[in-house]
C-alpha cells in the first residue's frame, strides 16, 4: 500500500468531525419521522468517513512509544511522559558527565603519579595524555603497528 500523506489523514480528520457537528445539529432538530431519513444518511455518512480514516491512517508512519499509548490508556496526559522523559535524560547526562569527568582527574593524577615514578616515560606519558591522533601518528612514525 501506497504511502498516505499527512494532510489527506488531516482533511478525512476534519471530515469526520464535520460529519459528528452535522450529527449533532439533526439530532438537535429531530422532528420525529421527517428528519429519520436524514440522520440515517449523516450516520451513514459517518461511518464511511471513519471506516476511510481508520485504513488511510494505519498506513501513516508514526512512532509513538507504547509508554505514551498506556498514559492515554490510563487516561493521563502525555505531556508528563515527555517531562518525565526529560528529567530523566538530564539525570543520566549530569551522572555521566560527573564520571567522565572523575575519570579525566583520575587520569590526570595516574599521569602526574607515573611521571614522577618513572620520569623516562614522560613523553609517553604526554602521548597519551593528548589522545588517539597523537599515540597513532606515533606508531605511523615509528613504523610499528598497535
Known amino acids: 500500500m501506497d504511502p498516505i500523506d499527512i494532510d489527506r489523514v488531516d482533511d478525512q480528520i476534519r471530515d469526520v468531525i464535520q460529519d459528528l457537528y452535522q450529527i449533532q445539529a439533526a439530532v438537535h432538530g429531530y422532528a420525529g419521522i421527517q428528519t429519520r431519513n436524514e440522520l440515517v444518511r449523516l450516520i451513514t455518512d459517518l461511518s464511511g468517513s471513519l471506516s476511510t480514516l481508520s485504513l488511510d ?27 518525565e522523559f526529560v528529567e530523566l535524560a538530564q539525570k543520566n547526562n549530569q551522572f555521566l558527565k560527573a564520571k567522565s569527568e572523575a575519570l579525566t582527574g583520575f587520569r590526570d593524577s595516574l599521569a602526574d603519579e607515573m611521571v614522577k615514578a618513572w620520569p623516562e616515560m614522560k613523553k609517553d606519558v604526554d602521548e597519551v595524555l593528548r589522545g588517539p591522533k597523537a599515540v597513532e601518528t606515533t606508531v605511523t612514525t615509528n613504523g610499528t603497528s598497535a
Open 57 to 83: 491512517a494505519s498506513t501513516l508512519a508514526t512512532q509513538i512509544p507504547p509508554e505514551v499509548i498506556g498514559y492515554i490508556d490510563e487516561g493521563r496526559n502525555p505531556d508528563i511522559y515527555t517531562r
